[in-house]
Each structure stands twice: as C-alpha cells, then as structure tokens.
T-cell receptor
Framework: DAGVTQSPTHLIKTRGQQVTLRCSPK?????VSWYQQALGQGPQFIFQ???????QRGNFPDRFSGHQFPNYSSELNVNALLLGDSALYLC?????????????FGPGTRLTVL | AQSVTQPDIHITVSEGASLELRCNYS??????LFWYVQSPGQGLQLLLK??????LVQGIKGFEAEFKRSQSSFNLRKPSVHWSDAAEYFC?????????????FGRGTQLTVWP
C-alpha cells in the first residue's frame, strides 16, 4: 500500500520564478492538505482540498494556490517566489468520511529560493 | 484560537534514560491530539494519537502519552531511550467536529541522545 508521495524531492529556484509541487495521497484517501515548514519551525497549514475545491486556508498570500484532480492528487503552486518561501513543503492526506482528523504525511519537497 | 506550545526547544538525554517531552495546547474543547517524529530531511511519522477514551495512549517505538484535560497537556514519554530516537518531535492538535480540519503544530523539540 503506497503512502503519500511527493515530487520533486528537491527544487532550486530564483526569486520571482514560479514553482509547482505535486502530491499523490495515500490509497483510499480523498483529502489533501499542504503545509510549509520553515527551518527550525513546526509545519504551518497552507490549505486543504476536498472534492477538487479549496476548503480551508491558512494565513498565506494569494501567491500560494493549489489544485486537486479527480484522482485526488494535488498540486501546490507558488508564484513570484521570495527568499522567505524557502522551506520544506509537506503534503498530508486524510479520509473525510472517517470523521476524525488523522493525516498521513509525505516525505516533503525541499524548496530553495536563491 | 488554537495553539500548541512545546516549551523545550532542545533536550539531551543519555541512552537508557527516561524521557518526557512537554506539550500544552489551547483549544476551546477537547481536540484531537497527536505526536509526530521527524528525522533529518524526512517527513512526519505519526507516533501516537488521542481521540477519546483512555487518557493514556500507547504508540509505536515504545512511546506513550497522557492527556490531562485540567492541565491542557499531552506529554510524550518513553521509559528507556534508544540512540535511534534522536530526532525532532512535534505535538499537534486538530479540531473536532470538522472532518476537514487542519492541524496546528508546536515548534518542535529536538532530542539528542548520548551513547
């Protein structure tokens, strides 16, 4: 049973560029959440997708956007990259109908902005 | 607003010693509670979780945690630490009543284990 997978593993971009990160949820899961983890910090919630719609959003600017596909996989897009966007981006999946908030995390994508 | 406090940024213990990592949360009701572990450059692995019932929960790798409602705490414990337990540990809370709820994390506690 494959867990949550993310691609790419590492990414280097320059300021002002745009980036797309990808996530495939755990088999049987239908909800995907994205978190940003800056160095030395705990993960911060970006947003959550269910039924191809953004359902909840954390305190992140509109430069951060996402998408969920019919197969439940998801993308995180960040436009106009800033140095401060350098972080580990974690994807987590869960099952909405489980009635509980248990999320399974992928290995993350390390984004470096130069 | 929900928040999680892990007061210890860094803890060092000797191998074989006992361990307790502290976690305090702020939430209007009883939340879901989690402890995750993260090795360098890796994602988060779930150690244990509390949803309801017995306030002492057992997890993987010999870890346990106790939910104390009166103290708004969910401290993680292990009776005898192994060198492989060196990692960063995160406490998290999740809202009840919403299956689309997000997790709120503490800033983590870095555990160093001396041989």
């Amino acid at each position: 049973d494959a867990g949550v997978t993310q691609s790419p593993t590492h990414l280097i971009k320059t300021r002002g560029q745009q980036v797309t990160l990808r996530c495939s949820p755990k088999s049987g899961h239908d909800t995907v959440s994205w978190y940003q983890q800056a160095l030395g910090q705990g993960p911060q919630f970006i947003f959550q997708y269910y039924e191809e719609e953004e359902r909840q959003r954390g305190n992140f600017p509109d430069r951060f956007s996402g998408h969920q596909f019919p197969n439940y996989s998801s993308e995180l897009n960040v436009n106009a990259l800033l140095l401060g966007d350098s972080a580990l981006y974690l994807c987590a999946s869960s099952l909405r109908t489980s009635g509980i908030n248990e999320q399974f995390f992928g290995p993350g994508t390390r984004l470096t902005v130069l | 607003a929900q928040s999680v406090t892990q007061p210890d940024i860094h803890i060092t213990v000797s191998e074989g010693a006992s361990l307790e990592l502290r976690c305090n949360y702020s939430y209007g009701a009883t939340p879901y509670l989690f402890w995750y572990v993260q090795s360098p450059g890796q994602g988060l692995q779930l150690l244990l979780k509390y949803f309801s019932g017995d306030t002492l929960v057992q997890g993987i790798k010999g870890f346990e945690a106790e939910f104390k409602r009166s103290q708004s705490s969910f401290n993680l414990r292990k009776p005898s630490v192994h060198w492989s337990d060196a990692a960063e540990y995160f406490c998290a809370v999740g809202a009840r009543g919403s299956t689309l709820g997000r997790l709120y994390f503490g800033r983590g506690t870095q555990l160093t284990v001396w041989p």
